[in-house]
């Protein structure tokens, strides 16, 4: 099973949990979750809703498998402190361009605690948490599981965030893309990738050149022109790292603990310095 908690959102989001949950119901709540216990769960506003089985336990009368409705409650932020932080984000462009990449700012909390909107929840009480099942502790193991799905998804999709403090992922992109830099990068982003040209050859082929009519042993050993005193720099890329951006840090093709955008820069890397090595 992979680790949760990837990102700095996420393990933020986990530490809430283990501040109230006695580790015995965290080892057993991840072992739901990577049993594949949760048989379906939906996002609905501010709520978060799963059904999970449970066990069979004979001893307390349960000799067919339980299904309980577990739910996650998170307290919303109201709609006026929400047009101050985006009337924020939006003035400042290395907030918006990175979540219209689909990447969490690492620094975008700070802004935003002076105006009290906190992204994460900051303890418990802005948590609540049920379940069907008969255990009278909350949260118990079902609800930690739902936890932790949610903590892995968090790590993938940043906007989630957002949403389950009461701001749709709709109503952020529109907003995001009203201000005027949000316009801008917008444009960027729909732009269509150029159309790629065929070649006649995957390898360089010589040119045919015509024989003088006459050639001498030092023009035939040192050559008839000089040679060019540097190379020209290869051509930009037809693809821009826009589009590896656009997925964000852990698209849902990637399962790697490490961020997929910082792979594949240390990949692109590699390629650079080898071709130039070579040129």
Known sequence: MHKMGKTWWGERFLHVLET?????RLVRGRQYL????????????????ARVRGKINPYYGMHEVPVYDTWLQFEPVPHAAWDEALGLIGSRAGYISRLLFNEMPDEI???????????????????????SCPDVENPCKHVAALYFLLAARLDQDPFLLFELR???????????????????????????????????????????????????????????????????????????????????????FWDKDESFVDVMDAFYEQVRKKGKDWL
């Open 166 to 252: 009461g701001l749709s992922r709709a109503d952020l992109i529109r907003r995001l893309k009203a201000t005027p830099l949000g316009t801008a990068l917008a444009a960027a982003l729909d732009e269509a990738p150029a159309e790629p040209v065929a070649a006649a050859s995957f390898f360089t082929r010589p040119l045919a050149q015509p024989l003088p009519a006459a050639v001498s042993p030092h023009g035939f050993w040192r050559g008839q022109r000089r040679l060019p005193a540097g190379v020209e720099p290869p051509a930009t890329a037809a693809v821009a790292g826009i589009l590896i951006r656009k997925g964000g840090d852990y698209p849902p």
């Open 20 to 24: 109230y949950t006695e580790p015995s």
């Open 109 to 131: 909390e700070r802004p935003l605690a002076g105006l009290g909107v906190s992204l994460l929840p900051e303890s418990h009480r802005e948590i609540r948490s049920g379940c």
């Open 34 to 49: 990577s049993g594949q216990r949760i048989d379906q769960w939906a996002v609905k506003g501010t709520r978060v809703e």
